[in-house]
């Protein structure tokens, strides 16, 4: 059995769960995530807890699964997520024009980049990006994909990482010489 499948997910105040057929909807102050589950997990609501079951032990691993992603559901809809990015490099920034961010990345035209429905995306400053929203892998696909217009690179650290993201640096052509 799954150590984290078994643990029953609480629900919050104010956030509305409902289950018909391994359909699970949670619906909160922030918005509304629906999601279809396997027909191997049985998934069931209690009170103020939800818990999740698996029939054979063969299935644990979507037992953990399952469970995994309705807590973020119910997180979602309650707090939100966010990434942060950061833009490294000279001349490189960020900025928003209306719906879209703008990204001056050293190419010779400016990298644009289109908000998505359930996605905000903020620029605080030039050289920093959030990416806002109620679900995290939508969060992490779209933090993943302005990243990719950029990626830094190991011997200045230019591009575009993530907030704490350790670039592993190489040294030059000279650092080899003595």
């Given amino acids: ?18 289950i018909e057929n391994n359909v699970v909807t949670v619906k909160g102050p922030k918005g509304t995530l629906t999601e279809t589950f396997l027909d191997c997990v049985t998934i069931a609501q209690e009170g103020n807890q939800i818990k999740v079951s698996v029939e054979n032990e063969a299935n644990g691993n979507v037992h953990g699964l399952t469970r995994t992603l309705i807590n973020n559901m119910v997180i979602g809809v309650t707090n939100g997520f966010e990434k942060t990015l950061e833009v490294n490099g000279i001349g490189y920034r960020a900025q928003k024009q209306g719906k879209k961010l703008v990204l001056t990345l050293g190419y010779s035209h400016p ?7 359930g996605i905000t995306i903020e620029v605080p400053n030039p050289n920093t990006i959030v990416v806002k929203g109620i679900d995290k892998q939508l969060v992490g696909q779209v933090a993943a994909n302005i990243r990719e217009k950029r990626l830094p690179e190991p011997y200045k650290g230019k591009g575009i990482k993530y907030a704490g993201e350790r670039i592993i640096r190489k040294e030059g052509k000279a650092g080899g010489k003595k």
């Fill in 1 to 18: 059995m799954s150590r984290i499948g078994k643990n029953p997910i609480e629900i919050p105040a104010g956030v509305e769960v409902k």
């Fill in 111 to 117: 990298v644009e980049f289109e908000e998505m429905d």
